[in-house]
């Protein structure tokens, strides 16, 4: 397919929970005139991105979502973008593969290098099977992505730490630019008997742990909300603890009031690369308990706007969950507050403008 006369394109991977990156692309298509192109939907994900009359979906199939995904690597080499496109702005780890060098202005807005490629060992330690198979393809995928990559005329990176791993396979300038965060849909509400996790459920958002924490804390409600691959599995270790409570792809109305209900977040990934979800928290003046590594560390202090975890003491949730100062959520909301303004969608969507031509 080739796509021609359009005056910005823009092209994500997929559709399928609500994420981070879907966040941004949701802003972007609401915010900047354009042709949105993407992968497939997940039939659940209803966020509605006001693009049905200016959109294109690649391929729509019910095979193994592993399978889908690598196939959707070859459904992006298809697609052409012409030498009519003024700007083509890319975000995906798949679509970056799409042929857009056509185009008068490219740009690369990179969330995560590809966990599943660059990170595995950090990310699927137990999937031994599907890291035999990764490891088949892996360096021709490397090669791959380092020549498409070198191809755009601006990268951008969501934070100094994605940055530092891109710096990696480019010699290029890149721009670090902040993802949008909405404080207008955020605030304080109150402060009420349970904790959020916001994270999708990914292997490397260790919402496990989570669950295995609270399971012990039950004196406390955890509701966690999104969804992802390890999303029956999570219902299922849960199973039977009625503090704990799974809400699926929500509402952002939905979504900022529990933000601004909570007592405070969840948020232990392994090296987040930005970490939407806290600022998110952050913006109603909710801390975050998180592992400091990664791009959060940019922006979270302990005790100030964050309670850090210890990555390797597995009781050490539990215990800061079940001695929680509620005094101390209190004192620290103006600080969560204050932090969050740093990353306004004013801020973001006057930068991302001036990269347009």
């Known amino acids: 397919m080739i796509i021609k006369n359009r005056k910005n394109v823009i092209i994500h991977d997929y559709l399928e929970s609500f994420g981070g990156g879907e966040r941004v692309i949701k802003f972007l298509c609401n915010k900047i005139k354009s042709y949105f192109i993407y992968g497939f939907k997940n039939k659940k994900f209803t966020q509605n991105l006001n693009k049905k009359k200016f959109s294109y979906q690649i391929y729509n199939s019910n095979i193994p979502k592993f399978i889908k995904k690598i196939y959707l690597i070859k459904k992006f080499q298809k697609l052409t973008i012409s030498n009519s496109v003024l700007n083509c702005f890319i975000t995906g780890n798949y679509s970056i593969f799409t042929n857009f060098e056509d185009a008068k202005n490219s740009i690369y807005y990179c969330h995560s290098l590809p966990r599943l490629i660059f990170r595995y060992n950090n990310f699927y330690k137990k999937r031994f099977f599907f890291k035999f198979i990764i490891n088949i393809f892996k360096k021709n995928f490397i090669k791959s992505y380092t020549r498409q990559l070198n191809k755009f005329n601006t990268i951008v990176a969501n934070s100094q730490f994605t940055k530092n791993q891109l710096k990696k396979y480019t010699n290029k ?78 509402s952002d109305k939905e979504y900022y009031n529990l933000l601004g209900r909570c007592l405070a977040l969840i948020n232990i990934s392994n090296y987040e690369d930005f970490g939407m979800s806290i600022v998110e928290g952050l913006a109603c003046g909710k801390a975050s ?29 539990f215990n800061k969950i079940n001695n929680i100062n509620i005094n101390k959520l209190k004192k620290i909301k103006n600080n969560c507050i204050q932090t969050s303004l740093k990353f306004s969608d004013k801020v973001f969507l006057k930068r991302i403008n001036e990269l347009l031509i």
């Open 289 to 317: 308990f998180i592992y400091p590594e990664g791009g959060i560390i940019e922006y979270a202090k302990n005790n100030f706007n964050s309670f850090f975890v210890n990555k390797n003491d597995e009781h050490d949730l």
């Open 173 to 250: 300038d890149i721009n670090v630019i902040f993802p949008p965060i909405d404080t207008r849909k955020a605030r304080w509400i109150s402060q009420e008997n349970f904790f959020v996790s916001n994270s999708r459920h990914e292997d490397f958002k260790n919402i496990d742990k989570i669950i295995f924490a609270f399971k012990r804390a039950r004196k406390f409600k955890l509701i966690i909300t999104s969804q992802g691959s390890k999303t029956n599995y999570l219902k299922k270790i849960a199973k039977d603890y009625d503090n704990i409570v799974f809400t699926g792809l929500i």
